[in-house]
């Protein structure tokens, strides 16, 4: 079954810029979604179809995905960008829908 | 303005069938591309896809829970039903619902508040 491995936690001091990685056999080939999800809120969708952005959602929020690793990238890091973040792929050959384990974003 | 909202016991003992509601206003299930999903999450753990009807009626479920999982939808009341067998501790969590295709491809693009259910005799 596919499988997506995100890192468990990151930390970024306010302003600096955050990276939260996806990693996943040929997830290039796919299409990555990323949610945030703030403590006892239901996830939002901060970036979908690799790098488009949902409006509503600060420029600050990117992706980019290529070979075996998509990159939810956060730039001018705001502390009420603490949140998890998952990433979501459609696997095709299990015909379902993958979240990956989620990252803790620390801003420090 | 588009709002699901979960409905359903707080509370089920073990083996029993868990019976949740997914009532949704601001678009219609009958628009074709449209689907509405149930994902959940145990406390303090990651996200889980568990299901997802289709307008066309279409379904899909998570291959290791399809045994136990059917979610059905009722146009005409905006809802769609998950029911889930033979519940055990493991599927404490919160459930949400969840719309598919509104706005977004295939992203969850709308999702309800959630419901925790606790499964415990």
């Known amino acids: 079954s596919y499988v997506l491995t995100q890192p468990p936690s990151v930390s970024v001091a306010p302003g600096k810029t955050a990276k939260i990685t996806c990693g996943g056999n040929?997830?290039?080939?796919?299409?990555v979604h990323w949610y945030q999800q703030k403590p006892g809120q239901a996830p939002v969708v901060v970036v979908y179809?690799?790098?488009d952005r949902p409006s509503g959602i600060p420029e600050r929020f990117s992706g980019s995905n290529s070979g075996n690793t998509a990159t939810l990238t956060i730039i001018r890091v705001e502390v009420g960008d603490e949140a998890d973040y998952y990433c979501?792929?459609?696997?095709?050959?299990?015909?379902?829908?993958?979240f990956g384990g989620g990252t803790e974003l620390t801003v420090l | 303005q588009i709002t699901l909202k979960e409905s359903g016991p707080m509370l089920v003992k073990p083996t029993q069938t868990l019976t949740l509601t997914c009532t949704f206003s601001?678009?219609?299930?009958?628009?074709?591309?449209?689907?509405v999903g149930w994902i959940r999450q145990p406390p303090g753990e990651a996200l889980e896809w568990l299901a997802l009807?289709?307008?066309?009626?279409?379904?899909r479920y998570s291959p290791s829970l399809m045994s136990r999982l059917t979610i059905t939808k009722d146009t005409s009341k905006n809802q769609v039903v998950l029911t889930m067998t033979n519940m055990d501790p493991v599927d404490t969590a919160t459930y949400y619902c969840?719309?598919?295709?509104?706005?977004?491809?295939?992203?969850?693009?709308?999702w309800g508040q959630g419901t925790l259910v606790s499964v415990s005799s």
């Open positions: 601001g678009f219609s299930l009958s628009t074709s591309g449209v689907g």
């Open positions: 040929n997830i290039g080939d796919k299409s």
């Open positions: 009807i289709y307008w066309h009626d279409d379904k």
């Open positions: 979501q792929v459609w696997d095709s050959s299990g015909d379902r829908w993958v």
């Open positions: 969840a719309t598919q295709g509104l706005t977004m491809n295939d992203a969850f693009d709308f």
């Open positions: 179809d690799d790098t």
